[in-house]
């Protein structure tokens, strides 16, 4: 699996950036095999989430969120998918039942996209992984 792509769901990025423990062990060994071959992917969406999760007073980061977004996109290894035309289309016509969060479904789609298996501890996208429309990995 070290050179399969694998693309964070939102909270594993800021775990992985925070190097915050809720980040399993198996899950960051995944993660460092995938950035030693650029294949650590991050949703645009997901800079929006966080955004609106620091905006909110959800999420506190140490930093201003801009100069925070900017240092977790250069970490070696990780690549910024731009949302697309075609991300967008494939977000609302996924297989099978999909719950209707854009966020998750944005990533959802970027992941079947990219041919990429989502890192989450999301409960929807790990169920929704089982019925094999996505891969998905529990953190």
């Given at each position: 699996?070290?050179?399969?792509?694998v693309l964070l769901d939102t909270h594993a990025w800021i775990w992985l950036v925070d190097g915050n423990d809720e980040l399993s062990l198996?899950?960051?060994k995944l993660i460092d095999q995938a950035a030693a071959t650029g294949t650590v992917l991050i949703a645009s969406i997901s800079v929006w989430e966080v955004a609106m999760l620091e905006r909110k007073g959800r999420l506190v980061?140490?930093?201003s969120c801009w100069n925070w977004v900017e240092d977790a996109l250069s970490l070696p290894g990780l690549r910024?998918?731009?949302l697309s035309a075609q991300t967008a289309l494939e977000?609302?016509?996924?297989?099978?039942?999909f719950h209707d969060?854009?966020?998750d479904r944005f990533i959802v789609a970027t992941a079947r996209l990219e041919n990429a298996a989502i890192?989450?501890?999301d409960k929807q996208i790990?169920?929704?992984?089982?019925?094999g429309h996505v891969a998905a990995i529990k953190c």
């Open positions: 699996m070290s050179s399969a792509a198996p899950a960051r980061l140490s930093r910024l998918i731009q977000s609302c016509f996924l297989p099978g039942k969060d854009p966020a890192v989450t501890r790990l169920r929704y992984a089982q019925s």
